[in-house]
Each structure stands twice: as C-alpha cells, then as structure tokens.
C-alpha cells in the first residue's frame, strides 16, 4: 500500500476535530469558587467523616456534623484535587469514616440541604490537632489566610 500526500477530506477533518475539542474544553472547564460557593457565609463544623470520594476535578468528604442543639446533619464539602490534598498531607489511611474532625469553609449559594448540606471546605483539624489544608485553588478561591 502506498502513503500518498493527505486529500481535501483529510484537511477537512483536522480543523473540525480542532473545534470539536475545543468545545469539549469549554463544557468542561472548572467552575469559579463564587459561582457555588458564598465566601461571606463561613462554616465550621465538627463531626465524623462517613465517606470520602476521590474523584477529579474536586474530591469530596462527606461527613455527619454535630450541631450545637445536639442533633445531626450529613454533609459534603469539596476540596481540592486528589493529587492537591495528597501532596497537602490528606491520604486514605487518615480520611477514614469515623474519624474526628473539625472542617472549616463556606457553604454552598444553595440554601437547601436536600440530600445533603453542601460547601467548599478550606481546612481540616484531625482530634490530635493537625490542621491540614484541604481547600481548593480554584479561582475565587479564598486564600490561606481567610
């Protein structure tokens, strides 16, 4: 079989997949902090972790807080990448469901906790009193010292 010069169709094919890709970038670019999350509605809640999922672009930790008047609420609180919270410290062996902790951040524009109550975690303090970063850097988020 000889391998001549590409035709038309071939030149043809290159710019749609160019575009195609691109649109594809589009709907699948990350979203900004702001646009889910509120940053003048701090939280902190402390609780046990129940699952924690590892998936890109945001891992999530889900957990049940203790409230002040005793009672309970499940959560889930986007961090950042897999590979951003386990260069930051945060692994498998330590966000095990029933372990203690306290996580601080924002809670999502959604006022509704159905399922479950949402937000952006920024830290997390483990019962011994590490405190290890967990939020994400995406834009608009707050920094390390908010």
Known sequence: MKLGKPGKPALLVLPLFVVLMSIVGQTTAHHAFS???????????QGVITRMEWVNPHTWLHMTATLENGSSEDWML?????NTLLRAGLTLT???????????????KDPD???KCRGSGRDITFAD??????GSSGVGAPGRGN
């Open 78 to 82: 986007e961090g950042g990448t897999p």
């Open 113 to 115: 906790c159905l399922p």
């Open 35 to 45: 646009s889910e999350f509120d940053i003048n509605r701090p939280i902190e809640l």
């Open 94 to 108: 330590i966000l095990q469901p029933g372990t203690e902790i306290r996580v601080r951040g924002y809670q999502s």
């Open 129 to 134: 009193g590490r405190n290890i970063l967990m």
